[in-house]
Protein backbone atom coordinates (compact mmCIF):
# COMPACT_ATOMS: atom_id res chain seq x y z
CA UNK A 1 0.00 0.00 0.00
CA UNK A 2 1.45 3.14 -1.34
CA UNK A 3 0.66 6.12 1.03
CA UNK A 4 1.19 9.87 0.45
CA UNK A 5 1.42 12.69 2.20
CA UNK A 6 1.01 16.30 0.90
CA UNK A 7 2.53 19.11 2.43
CA UNK A 8 3.35 22.91 2.12
CA UNK A 9 -0.27 24.79 1.63
CA UNK A 10 -0.77 28.30 2.92
CA UNK A 11 -2.50 31.26 2.79
CA UNK A 12 -0.31 33.51 0.21
CA UNK A 13 -0.69 37.07 -1.11
CA UNK A 14 -1.79 37.17 -4.63
CA UNK A 15 1.58 36.89 -6.67
CA UNK A 16 3.29 35.11 -4.29
CA UNK A 17 4.62 31.29 -4.56
CA UNK A 18 4.63 28.23 -2.35
CA UNK A 19 6.46 24.98 -2.79
CA UNK A 20 4.02 21.83 -2.28
CA UNK A 21 5.75 18.75 -1.35
CA UNK A 22 4.16 14.95 -1.79
CA UNK A 23 5.90 12.46 0.30
CA UNK A 24 6.14 9.03 0.44
CA UNK A 25 8.34 6.31 3.04
CA UNK A 26 7.64 3.56 0.22
CA UNK A 27 10.67 2.48 -1.08
CA UNK A 28 9.02 1.41 -4.52
CA UNK A 29 8.00 5.49 -4.71
CA UNK A 30 10.40 6.56 -7.27
CA UNK A 31 8.56 3.74 -9.85
CA UNK A 32 5.01 5.25 -9.83
CA UNK A 33 3.78 8.33 -12.27
CA UNK A 34 2.61 11.23 -10.03
CA UNK A 35 -0.45 13.38 -10.63
CA UNK A 36 -1.26 16.60 -9.19
CA UNK A 37 -5.23 17.34 -8.79
CA UNK A 38 -6.67 20.49 -7.03
CA UNK A 39 -10.45 20.57 -6.03
CA UNK A 40 -11.77 23.57 -4.93
CA UNK A 41 -15.74 24.11 -3.30
CA UNK A 42 -18.17 23.47 -5.60
CA UNK A 43 -16.09 22.63 -8.31
CA UNK A 44 -14.82 19.27 -10.12
CA UNK A 45 -11.24 17.85 -9.28
CA UNK A 46 -8.80 19.49 -11.98
CA UNK A 47 -5.78 17.64 -13.08
CA UNK A 48 -2.91 19.99 -13.17
CA UNK A 49 0.30 18.22 -13.33
CA UNK A 50 2.19 14.66 -14.10
CA UNK A 51 5.43 13.10 -14.05
CA UNK A 52 6.53 10.40 -14.73
CA UNK A 53 8.93 8.21 -13.52
CA UNK A 54 12.43 9.33 -13.94
CA UNK A 55 11.02 13.05 -14.72
CA UNK A 56 11.48 12.27 -18.68
CA UNK A 57 7.31 13.39 -19.47
CA UNK A 58 5.51 15.77 -17.77
CA UNK A 59 1.98 17.28 -18.38
CA UNK A 60 0.48 20.74 -16.92
CA UNK A 61 -3.23 22.22 -17.28
CA UNK A 62 -3.72 25.45 -19.16
CA UNK A 63 -4.69 26.98 -16.01
CA UNK A 64 -1.06 26.59 -14.34
CA UNK A 65 1.36 26.30 -17.24
CA UNK A 66 3.97 29.16 -16.99
CA UNK A 67 3.47 29.30 -13.58
CA UNK A 68 3.76 25.87 -11.78
CA UNK A 69 6.35 23.46 -12.29
CA UNK A 70 6.68 20.10 -11.06
CA UNK A 71 9.42 17.76 -10.78
CA UNK A 72 10.87 15.31 -8.34
CA UNK A 73 13.77 13.95 -6.37
CA UNK A 74 13.60 10.17 -6.08
CA UNK A 75 16.65 9.86 -3.27
CA UNK A 76 14.06 11.45 -1.14
CA UNK A 77 11.27 9.99 -2.47
CA UNK A 78 9.25 13.56 -3.15
CA UNK A 79 7.58 15.17 -5.66
CA UNK A 80 7.68 18.92 -5.41
CA UNK A 81 4.91 21.46 -7.19
CA UNK A 82 6.28 24.92 -7.57
CA UNK A 83 3.89 27.56 -7.59
CA UNK A 84 4.02 31.01 -8.34
CA UNK A 85 2.25 34.02 -9.55
CA UNK A 86 -0.48 32.57 -7.41
CA UNK A 87 -4.41 33.90 -8.30
CA UNK A 88 -7.46 34.04 -6.13
CA UNK A 89 -8.46 30.79 -8.20
CA UNK A 90 -5.77 28.81 -7.67
CA UNK A 91 -7.31 28.52 -4.20
CA UNK A 92 -8.18 24.96 -3.56
CA UNK A 93 -7.13 21.31 -1.75
CA UNK A 94 -4.47 20.18 -3.74
CA UNK A 95 -3.65 16.57 -3.81
CA UNK A 96 -1.06 13.92 -5.63
CA UNK A 97 -1.82 11.05 -6.82
CA UNK A 98 0.41 8.09 -7.45
CA UNK A 99 0.13 5.00 -10.20
CA UNK A 100 1.98 3.00 -12.57
CA UNK A 101 1.52 4.76 -15.94
CA UNK A 102 3.90 5.11 -18.89
CA UNK A 103 4.88 8.70 -18.66
CA UNK A 104 3.11 11.86 -18.93
CA UNK A 105 1.42 11.45 -22.48
CA UNK A 106 -0.71 13.48 -24.15
CA UNK A 107 -4.00 12.41 -22.70
CA UNK A 108 -2.33 12.62 -18.86
CA UNK A 109 -5.08 14.30 -17.68
CA UNK A 110 -7.43 11.59 -17.98
CA UNK A 111 -5.39 9.10 -15.94
CA UNK A 112 -6.59 7.21 -13.08
CA UNK A 113 -4.66 6.72 -9.98
CA UNK A 114 -5.31 4.05 -7.14
CA UNK A 115 -2.88 5.78 -4.29
CA UNK A 116 -4.19 9.35 -3.19
CA UNK A 117 -2.87 11.59 -0.43
CA UNK A 118 -5.06 13.30 1.97
CA UNK A 119 -4.52 17.14 0.35
CA UNK A 120 -2.78 20.45 1.50
CA UNK A 121 -5.02 23.57 1.50
CA UNK A 122 -3.88 26.79 -0.54
CA UNK A 123 -5.61 30.23 -0.23
CA UNK A 124 -4.56 32.60 -1.89
CA UNK A 125 -5.89 36.01 -0.94
CA UNK A 126 -4.90 39.56 0.22
Known amino acids: QLQLVESGGDLVQPGGSLRLSCASSTITFPYYTIGWFRQAPGKEREAISCISIEGASTGYADSVKGRFTISRDNARNTVYLQMNNLKPEDTANYYC???????????????????WGQGTQVTVSS
Open 97 to 115: AADHHSGCGSTWYLYDYDY
